[in-house]
């Protein structure tokens, strides 16, 4: 058993990186293993770190825990480390089970001197007391939804209101508002987020429909899977009679013809059927190279709505809600500070605020200004004024296909002079640079050849929405790159 988690910890090392290894799982244990039964009890040493861990971690403990104590459906449960101020009777928290958080403002509910088997009793913990819910509906169909994303816990912003308000609209209205919606926008903005809590809305009014949430990777590897076992038929049927289809990261659907042509069946079922479909990518349907274009088309029928990075004022608001929930006292200078750092995603804006929070609970320190500015000294966040020219004029060429020397040239070919007043606009908008000095950059151009090209990629940037959208696409690579 010890050398299984042994080998656990050397693998997340190598997929996750040492950090988190270091900050989530170096005091965790494998407290108990029934291969009878296929439960896994895992002991940490608090519930702040059991909810991180269950929230972003889950999926790959299941993955490797099971193919390391031979397991074919392991379960997986928790218990926090004992310490003398434990005052509640000892048991574990079902991982899968977490599905309702009764606020701290409530009061729990009496806790009975028994342990009736498979039940999960109010637990105490710095963060609330959990408990499973009341309900008794049980959907025909195993959802994969993630319980913590809900229309709740979502931040709303100029950035994000349009998906939102959609996300919001389906969820009331299936098969009918917007089919399909199309949900799309960097890594990291919130698109699983509304998927997720369209998948717990409807589940939570409707507990009878069949919800099916998918990566577009498990719904690859599930069909090549059918394929080889001669089940393709059975593979159909199982998406064809689900009430809402949520379909997430859906490029990595380019290139795969067969996987096309089966999603192509069973979009038009389930379209006929005026069942909902909600699909999410990196970006707008018609920019998804090696995809089918009819398939491209149906993705436009109904709505197309983006997600952009967040503002300051809603990356606080997110800072302070993220807060809320795990019961970090975040004070708002330390929330400024932390999202005028981070400027790539809301993940790791999160991830900011979670590593913060776990250094203040596992040293007994108040959250402080200086505390987050040693904790995110190298955080490896690109400022503004620490952006090279270099990178965007490399990141733009990669995206359309030219040589950084073609951009660096004379050359006055239409295609080639718009790519670089792209670079131009990108250049200006994310490094601090004068304009004579981002002219000088790319071939000895002057400060109003320059201001020029900005103002073209300006109107060009309102008019279109795909080409604004491409921009957003290429400005997003070179923050996180």
Same mark, same amino acid.
């Given at each position: 058993m010890?050398i299984? /988690?042994e080998?656990?910890?050397?693998?997340i090392?190598?997929?996750?990186g040492?950090?988190?290894?270091?900050?989530?799982?170096?005091?965790?244990?494998?407290?108990? /293993?029934?291969?009878a039964?296929?439960t896994? @009890?895992?002991?940490?040493?608090?519930? !702040?770190?059991?909810? /991180?861990?269950?929230?972003?971690?889950?999926?790959?403990?299941?993955?490797h825990?099971?193919?390391?104590?031979?397991?074919h459906?392991i379960?997986?449960?928790?218990?926090n480390?004992?310490?003398? &101020?434990?005052?509640?009777?000892?048991?574990f @928290?079902?991982?899968?089970?977490?599905?309702?958080?009764i606020?701290?403002? &409530?009061?729990?509910?009496? @806790?009975?001197?028994h342990?009736?088997?498979?039940?999960?009793?109010?637990?105490?913990? $710095? %963060?609330?007391y959990i408990t499973?819910?009341?309900?008794?509906?049980?959907?025909k169909e195993?959802?994969?939804?993630n319980?913590? %994303?809900?229309?709740?816990?979502f931040i709303?912003?100029p950035s994000?209101?349009?998906?939102?308000?959609?996300?919001s +609209?389906v969820?009331?209205n299936? $098969?009918?508002? %917007?089919?399909?919606l199309?949900?799309?926008?960097?890594?990291g903005?919130? =698109?699983? *987020?509304?998927?997720?809590a369209i998948g717990?809305?409807?589940?939570?009014?409707?507990?009878?429909?069949?919800?099916?949430?998918?990566?577009?990777? *498990?719904? @690859?590897?599930?069909?090549?899977?059918?394929?080889?076992?001669?089940?393709?038929?059975q !593979?159909?049927?199982?998406y064809q009679?689900?009430?809402?289809?949520?379909?997430?990261?859906?490029?990595f659907?380019?290139?795969?013809?067969?996987? &096309?042509?089966? !999603?192509?069946?069973?979009?038009n079922?389930?379209?006929?059927k005026?069942?909902?479909?909600?699909?999410?990518s990196?970006?707008?349907?018609?920019?998804?190279?090696?995809?089918?274009?009819?398939?491209k088309?149906r993705m436009? /029928? $109904?709505?197309v709505a983006d997600? &952009?990075?967040?503002?300051?004022?809603?990356?606080?608001?997110?800072?302070? =809600?993220?807060?809320?929930m795990t019961?970090?006292?975040?004070?708002?200078?330390?929330a400024h500070?932390?999202?005028?750092?981070?400027?790539s995603?809301i993940?790791e804006l999160? $991830?900011?605020?979670?590593?913060?929070?776990? !250094?203040?609970?596992?040293?007994?320190?108040?959250?402080?200004?200086?505390?987050a500015?040693?904790?995110?000294?190298?955080?490896?966040?690109k400022?503004?004024?620490?952006?090279?020219?270099?990178?965007?004029?490399?990141?733009?060429? =990669?995206? %359309?296909?030219?040589?950084?020397n073609?951009?660096r040239?004379?050359?006055?070919? =239409?295609d080639?002079?718009?790519?670089?007043?792209?670079?131009?606009f990108?250049?200006?908008?994310?490094?601090?640079?004068?304009?004579q000095?981002?002219?000088s950059?790319?071939?000895?151009?002057?400060?109003?050849?320059?201001?020029?090209?900005?103002?073209?990629?300006e109107?060009?940037?309102?008019?279109?929405?795909?080409? +604004?959208?491409?921009?957003?696409?290429?400005?997003?690579?070179?923050?996180?790159?």
């Amino acid at each position: 058993m010890l050398i299984a /988690w042994e080998e656990f910890l050397k693998i997340i090392k190598e997929e996750a990186g040492a950090q988190v290894v270091e900050t989530w799982f170096k005091a965790v244990i494998l407290h108990d /293993w029934n291969s009878a039964t296929q439960t896994a @009890i895992l002991q940490a040493p608090n519930q !702040f770190v059991i909810s /991180w861990i269950q929230e972003h971690y889950l999926e790959l403990l299941k993955k490797h825990l099971s193919r390391l104590l031979n397991a074919h459906a392991i379960k997986i449960y928790f218990i926090n480390t004992p310490t003398q &101020q434990d005052l509640v009777p000892k048991t574990f @928290i079902p991982a899968s089970s977490i599905n309702h958080v009764i606020p701290l403002t &409530q009061s729990p509910a009496p @806790i009975k001197e028994h342990n009736p088997p498979q039940t999960t009793l109010p637990v105490k913990s $710095g %963060y609330g007391y959990i408990t499973p819910s009341s309900k008794k509906h049980k959907p025909k169909e195993e959802s994969q939804l993630n319980q913590l %994303y809900t229309f709740d816990t979502f931040i709303v912003g100029p950035s994000n209101s349009l998906a939102h308000a959609a996300a919001s +609209a389906v969820s009331k209205n299936l $098969g009918k508002s %917007y089919n399909p919606l199309f949900i799309y926008g960097g890594t990291g903005l919130g =698109k699983t *987020h509304l998927m997720h809590a369209i998948g717990n809305e409807v589940k939570k009014n409707h507990p009878d429909l069949i919800i099916k949430y998918e990566t577009s990777d *498990h719904f @690859i590897n599930e069909f090549i899977n059918c394929i080889r076992f001669d089940k393709n038929e059975q !593979f159909r049927n199982k998406y064809q009679k689900v009430d809402l289809l949520l379909l997430d990261d859906i490029q990595f659907l380019s290139n795969k013809e067969q996987t &096309q042509e089966t !999603f192509f069946h069973i979009f038009n079922t389930l379209y006929e059927k005026q069942k909902q479909i909600i699909l999410s990518s990196d970006t707008f349907p018609k920019e998804i190279t090696g995809l089918q274009s009819r398939l491209k088309s149906r993705m436009e /029928w $109904g709505l197309v709505a983006d997600i &952009q990075l967040p503002d300051l004022e809603t990356k606080i608001a997110i800072l302070d =809600k993220k807060a809320h929930m795990t019961s970090i006292n975040l004070p708002n200078d330390v929330a400024h500070f932390i999202a005028s750092r981070v400027i790539s995603n809301i993940r790791e804006l999160e $991830g900011a605020l979670i590593r913060i929070g776990a !250094f203040s609970s596992l040293t007994n320190q108040p959250i402080t200004l200086e505390m987050a500015r040693r904790v995110l000294l190298n955080l490896n966040e690109k400022k503004k004024e620490a952006i090279p020219l270099e990178n965007v004029l490399k990141v733009v060429a =990669k995206h %359309y296909n030219v040589s950084v020397n073609d951009l660096r040239s004379k050359k006055r070919q =239409k295609d080639i002079a718009q790519v670089r007043q792209v670079a131009c606009f990108l250049m200006k908008k994310l490094t601090s640079s004068s304009l004579q000095s981002i002219g000088s950059f790319i071939g000895g151009r002057d400060h109003s050849t320059v201001t020029h090209a900005i103002t073209k990629i300006e109107s060009l940037h309102k008019a279109d929405m795909v080409f +604004a959208q491409k921009i957003k696409m290429i400005e997003q690579e070179i923050l996180v790159n």
